[in-house]
């Protein structure tokens, strides 16, 4: 599987962005998506994840962010609205087989990852 993010940028706190992750090699039907991020200086973390019909979201993005995905063109979005200068950090997707998880280490497959800069 390769995944390919896209989408970040820099824009202003209470902004909105788009990032999307195509993926190539499977379908994601068979296997669960995620989106994690990390900060200078701090562990990565996880965002938000997609399994079949599922959704999971970090708390700290719960009501913000959105994640959801087009099959037909192999493609997950994450949605992120309301942004804060916490929210700056370079965004991976994921995916794995199976059900979806928060754990980074559990994922199998890395993007190489969309900068994303808030300004306050």
């Known amino acids: 599987v390769q995944l390919q993010a896209s989408g970040g940028g820099l824009v202003q706190a209470g902004g909105s962005l788009r990032l999307s992750c195509a993926a190539s090699?499977?379908?994601?039907?068979?296997?669960?998506l995620g989106w994690f991020r990390q900060a200078p200086g701090k562990e990565r973390e996880f965002v938000a994840a997609?399994?079949?019909?599922?959704?999971l979201y970090a708390t700290s993005v719960k009501g913000r962010f959105t994640i959801s995905r087009d099959s037909a063109k192999n493609t997950v979005y994450l949605e992120l609205n309301t942004l804060k200068p916490e929210d700056t950090a370079v965004y991976y997707c994921?995916?794995?087989?199976?059900?979806?998880?928060?754990?980074?280490?559990?994922?199998?497959?890395w993007g190489q990852g969309t900068q994303v800069t808030v300004s306050s």
């Open positions: 994921a995916a794995k087989d199976g059900v979806y998880t928060d754990v980074a280490a559990s994922y199998d497959y």
């Open positions: 090699g499977r379908t994601f039907s068979t296997y669960a």
């Open positions: 997609w399994y079949e019909r599922y959704t």
